[in-house]
């Protein structure tokens, strides 16, 4: 046995009592006649103390060659401390240690594996097992465990299965390219690693499964933009015999119960918008709705009067940022300079201050009257002290522009406090997109989400506006949920496959096999996933997954621990029928 105790664990309660403790030094403080020793392991801290009166002279030769993460076994006598640390639980004891065994030593780390460390994040991903050690990611990868405890309590108790799918699949195309691993037994042919579960577990619906979730790997080789990571972790689920309705209902008494459960927080509201007016009001389909500055279109106030810049557009849009009339031309002029660089491309802002005197100044004050910007503030329900800001252009472009806008004085007024948790359900997505590069449709979700029927007319006159009966989780600014009915019958799959520009036997390759599963009794249906990172992120009061991630990759999907992608040698090549082109 390599210990009785943890070093979390131990208090005055088990003072004079022998104990055994193994872990890794944090710290030693050498006074030559006395040394103490803070050891640490996933539980805590506990204090050795070593000293030439009660301790050999062996025994205090052997402490003080002690060093920062070695690992070690004492055997002590439990004792109150004199000086009393109240910052940790162990804090009213040490260990007046009698055996010392150093199970081994440790080069001196990279970086001080303390709260605070001075390991950038470059050096702290490559010694990554070292990271692990400090409290702050040891925490996190705790914070996830609890979660995913919760999600599958809860779901269990719904009557959900958990069951595994493959990760050696086909390739399909689901929107992000796929990686592939070439099989050696199949000369020429390729594995995919999935994107998602999806057919698996529509297939299982097929199956008669009824309830199925799963928390499981997912794959997708793309550009590492937004804190995405190319391997994530989705809680996959999916549904018989429901409508909408029945998986709403589910996956808000999921996240009631998360937030209850992790966060201590009720919620009680989860309220509804389309995606129509989450892009008109917010710019976005993941609004944050902690927080006001909703869009007003401003074309009818601020067109045709003689300022070009807004006449020649086909969208005016402002909104009213609380409180920020006070701001001076330098903050504003480092506004108008954050919204043209290049990540967002605007080509300036128009701005006006709505003074506390209730007089209105403004960068346009020579084309438009104080009768017309109080239009302006209105539309946008400015109050005095607050400061209207005005872009304009191209509609669905400008709204993306100003919705990063107001995510950014969101987070710089303090708005989005990560304590505050908002839900909201975006719905009514477009079933397609048009793709300029392709010249035809794509399934915004997936080819298998299902159209509304009142908009399935449409689909041979106007597929554009055709609805989804699709609906996405929006936590804090953040999609943490998307999902659909699935078509579940196979005339009406093929023709979505006709629509999609799949040929008969382009589909037949592709998606055969859910094909004709679909002439076997296949049940109405439908699901969700949910982002399990993200999800687990913002439940831990951050939007950066990374730490949440035991072994996570940087941005350019680069694992530096272990240097991870790699070449492979020319045997495994020949193995594998394989030839590098560079």
């Not at 496959?497 to 599963?517: H, N, P, R, V």
């Not at 940087?554 to 495994?572: F, H, S, T, W, Y």
């Amino acid at each position: 046995m390599y210990r009785s105790h943890t070093c979390g664990e131990i208090s005055l309660k088990d003072k004079g009592q022998e104990v055994q403790l193994s872990g890794w030094v944090q710290k030693i403080r050498n006074k030559g006649f006395m040394v103490w020793v803070d050891l640490r392991d996933r539980y805590g801290i506990t204090q050795l103390i070593f000293d030439e009166e009660r301790s050999s002279t062996d025994l205090m030769e052997r402490a003080g060659k002690l060093g920062r993460e070695f690992v070690i076994q004492v055997t002590g006598e439990v004792i109150e401390r004199e000086s009393k640390n109240p910052n940790i639980p162990t804090g009213e004891i040490e260990i007046l240690v009698s055996q010392l065994e150093i199970l081994n030593t440790s080069r001196t780390p990279p970086f001080t594996i303390e709260e605070e460390t001075d390991g950038g994040e470059d050096l702290r991903m490559k010694y990554r097992y070292l990271d692990i050690r400090r409290n702050p990611v040891k925490n996190k990868l705790v914070f996830r465990h609890k979660v995913g405890m919760q999600v599958r309590n809860y779901l269990s108790q719904a009557s959900f299965i958990e069951v595994e799918t493959p990760y050696l699949i086909k390739s399909t195309p689901e929107g992000a390219r796929d990686f592939v691993v070439p099989s050696r037994m199949n000369e020429g042919q390729f594995y995919a690693l999935p994107q998602s579960p999806q057919t698996f577990k529509q297939l299982l619906m097929v199956g008669g499964m009824d309830k199925y979730f799963q928390i499981v790997k997912c794959f997708r080789d793309e550009d590492l933009r937004a804190d995405r990571q190319p391997e994530f972790t989705q809680i996959d689920c999916e549904m018989a015999f429901v409508e909408q309705e029945d998986i709403l209902n589910i996956f808000e008494g999921l996240t009631r119960h998360l937030l209850k459960e992790i966060n201590g927080v009720d919620i009680s509201d989860f309220p509804r918008m389309t995606y129509a007016e989450a892009m008109e009001k917010y710019g976005n389909d993941k609004p944050d709705i902690r927080f006001g500055m909703e869009f007003a279109n401003l074309n009818e106030q601020a067109k045709n009067k003689g300022f070009n810049v807004f006449d020649q557009q086909e969208l005016v849009v402002g909104i009213a940022v609380p409180g920020a009339a006070s701001y001076t031309r330098k903050e504003i002029d480092k506004l108008i300079e954050w919204v043209k660089r290049p990540q967002i491309g605007a080509n300036g802002l128009v701005w006006v201050k709505f003074n506390q005197d209730g007089s209105l100044k403004s960068s346009v004050d020579k084309f438009y009257s104080s009768e017309d910007l109080q239009g302006w503030a209105k539309e946008t329900g400015a109050k005095a002290g607050d400061l209207i800001l005005v872009m304009a252009g191209d509609k669905d472009k400008t709204r993306t522009q100003l919705s990063a806008l107001r995510m950014h004085l969101g987070n710089e007024l303090g708005l989005r406090n990560p304590e505050e948790f908002a839900p909201l359900w975006v719905l009514d997505f477009p079933l397609l997109e048009w793709d300029e590069e392709t010249q035809r449709y794509h399934a915004m979700h997936h080819p298998f989400t299902s159209p509304k029927k009142e908009d399935i007319p449409l689909l041979e006159t106007n597929p554009g506006e055709v609805r989804a009966n699709a609906y996405d989780l929006v936590l804090n600014g953040n999609e943490i949920g998307g999902g659909s009915i699935r078509i579940h019958d196979k005339k009406t799959q093929s023709k979505m496959f006709d629509y999609l520009g799949f040929t008969e036997e382009e589909a037949k390759e592709q998606f055969g096999f859910l094909m004709e599963a679909f002439q076997y009794g296949a049940p109405p249906h439908g699901g969700i996933a949910f982002g399990f990172d993200r999800l687990v992120a913002i439940l831990g009061g951050q939007e950066t997954i990374r730490d949440f991630i035991a072994f996570p990759k940087n941005n350019a999907g680069r694992d530096v621990m272990i240097d991870a992608p790699a070449k492979l040698d020319e045997d495994q090549l020949n193995e594998l029928h394989l030839q590098v082109k560079l």
